[in-house]
């Protein structure tokens, strides 16, 4: 069965520090790897990862993927309070299939 | 912009009525559109795929007679919760592929916020 394992579940942290969030995955066919951003509504799309070693940035978030130990993170630096959401891994395996979602990390950033 | 467009945002309705969804792809034909629920504090939950033209898969544990999933354009989906109760109060989110087997991200409409009072 595939499997999207998300930790923490939970973060609190102050504004202005950097916070990696984890992502692990067992899935039968590979294709990739998606990190999204839930705040009240639907999800909202942040990267996508296919390869191994290749870092995707976009402002203070960034994100890599490994391959081999099949796993990815999100890193944000210097937080801010509008970052606060949950943070929602998943995995997509090959021809038109549905995600496979972990069950995401909620981080709340603090003033 | 947004890519994938669903209707209505919210609802309100009584026990034992019926509430329809739609999910429509903008600008692009989408043969698969996916259908997940979220209840609070849960992550995204599929239950069904929608295939344009054939019957609809669904996820162990979703009834099909209660979700009723209607794929009957390239461009609409519609999710028909049929008797609902209160436990099938829940966000409910389409998504669908920008370009069919492509490697491009799903995108998901704003989602559907229903209440069953």
């Known amino acids: 069965e595939d499997k999207v394992v998300q930790s923490p579940l939970s973060l609190v942290v102050h504004e202005g520090d950097t916070v990696t969030l984890n992502c692990s995955y067992e899935v039968t066919n590979f294709r990739s790897l998606l990190w999204y951003k839930q705040e009240k509504k639907a999800p909202t799309f942040l990267f996508m990862l296919?390869?191994?070693?290749i870092e995707k940035k976009s402002g203070r978030l960034s994100s890599i993927l490994d391959k081999k130990e099949l796993f990815s993170i999100l890193n944000i630096t210097a937080t801010q309070t509008g970052d606060s959401a949950i943070y929602l891994c998943a995995v997509q395996n090959s021809g038109n299939t549905p995600l496979v979602f972990g069950k995401g990390t909620r981080l709340s950033v603090i003033a | 912009g947004a890519v994938v467009s669903q209707h209505p945002s919210w609802v309100i309705c009584k026990s034992g009525t019926s509430v329809k969804i739609e999910c429509r792809s903008l600008d692009f034909q989408a043969t698969t559109m996916f259908w997940y629920r979220q209840f609070p504090k849960q992550s995204l939950m599929l239950m069904a795929t929608?295939?344009?033209?054939?019957?609809?898969?669904?996820e162990q544990g979703v009834e099909k007679d209660k979700f009723l999933i209607n794929h009957a354009s390239l461009t609409l989906s519609t999710l028909t919760v049929t008797s609902a109760h209160p436990e099938d109060s829940s966000f409910y989110i389409c998504?669908?592929?920008?370009?069919?087997?492509?490697?491009?991200?799903?995108?998901f409409g704003n989602g559907t916020r229903l209440t069953v009072t």
């Open positions: 998504s669908a592929n920008l370009q069919t087997g492509s490697n491009s991200p799903l995108h």
């Open positions: 296919t390869s191994s070693g």
């Open positions: 929608s295939n344009e033209g054939s019957k609809a898969t669904y």
